[in-house]
């Protein structure tokens, strides 16, 4: 089968962006589709792209479609639309955060072409220098043909196993990493409230047991209370624990922490936080 030249890209937000322009840099021609056509021009002439008015535009006679959107809904949408002109021996990749439910369903969706699910993790500085973490889900003569897309986006990039399990190892990962930032707000209000000196709190804390990406990434803007979303919002974060508490519950496991986190998640969402990094679950706390 001949390698992939041309590829369709639907979704140039945080993370897609940088990811497209990845691609692009990596010689692939590319076509790109995002809801804000303004945007889709702008990156097009910034990178020697293509911006596509609707996803069957931007699918048109694409060796490979990639999606990097929300949620499963967003992607099934895309892909619908893409798959009116989409080629049959083409490749569809799904690089969003779903669930291994709605994966399964996305590639019923996209047969009989060859569909290979790759959540990412890195956030927007790991897209942006293309050392993403891919956790890839699929056959693997399909993971085969995506993985020089793979390359020119990710550093770390793992076929993890058959369709479900990228998507199940991304919310599993996801999950410890909301989990972690939960417990990481309470230690700061609770820092706070004993006036703890803030610099001389976030050394100590980097050199002990509590030390964590997290705390290296989140503590500070929880101490200074400002929830600039660069890097993940709040309501993805939020979904994506939805998401794991879902599946664990088909497979007959009830989970404690993500189920105590999540109403923390939740409570700052309906503080208005939706949009704001995911460090504003800070403000879910009584």
Do not use: C
């Not at 535009?57 to 499963?72: G, H, L």
């Amino acid at each position: 089968m001949a390698g992939i030249e041309k590829v369709g890209f639907a979704g140039l937000g945080i993370m897609g962006g940088p990811m497209a322009r990845n691609l692009r840099e990596a010689g692939f021609e590319l076509s790109v589709y995002t809801r804000t056509h303004e945007k889709a021009e702008r990156f097009a002439a910034e990178h020697g792209a293509t911006a596509a008015a609707a996803p069957a535009e931007a699918a048109a006679e694409a060796d490979a479609f990639i999606t990097m959107v929300p949620d499963a809904p967003e992607v099934e949408e895309v892909l619908s639309g893409a798959l009116e002109t989409l080629p049959e021996a083409a490749l569809v990749v799904d690089m969003s955060t779903t669930s291994p439910t709605a994966s399964r369903a996305i590639a019923e969706l996209a047969a009989p072409r060859d569909y290979v699910e790759a959540p990412v993790s890195g956030s927007k500085p790991k897209a942006e220098d293309g050392t993403l973490t891919i956790f890839a889900g699929g056959e693997p003569a399909a993971f085969d043909r995506a993985r020089p897309l793979f390359d020119a986006m990710g550093e770390r990039i793992v076929h993890v196993g058959p369709l479900g399990h990228g998507q199940m190892a991304k919310l599993l990962t996801n999950t410890m990493g909301a989990v972690n930032a939960a417990v990481l707000a309470e230690a700061v209000r609770t820092a706070k409230a004993a006036g703890l000196d803030e610099d001389a709190f976030l050394e100590v804390a980097a050199g002990s047991a509590g030390a964590s990406a997290m705390l290296n990434l989140k503590g500070r803007p929880m101490f200074e209370e400002t929830w600039e979303p660069v890097l993940f919002k709040l309501e993805h974060m939020l979904k994506d624990l939805r998401h794991t508490l879902a599946e664990a519950r088909a497979l007959g496991i009830e989970l404690q922490l993500p189920a105590l986190a999540e109403r923390f998640y939740a409570r700052a969402a309906e503080a208005s936080h939706s949009e704001d990094d995911f460090a504003a679950v800070y403000t879910g706390f009584d």
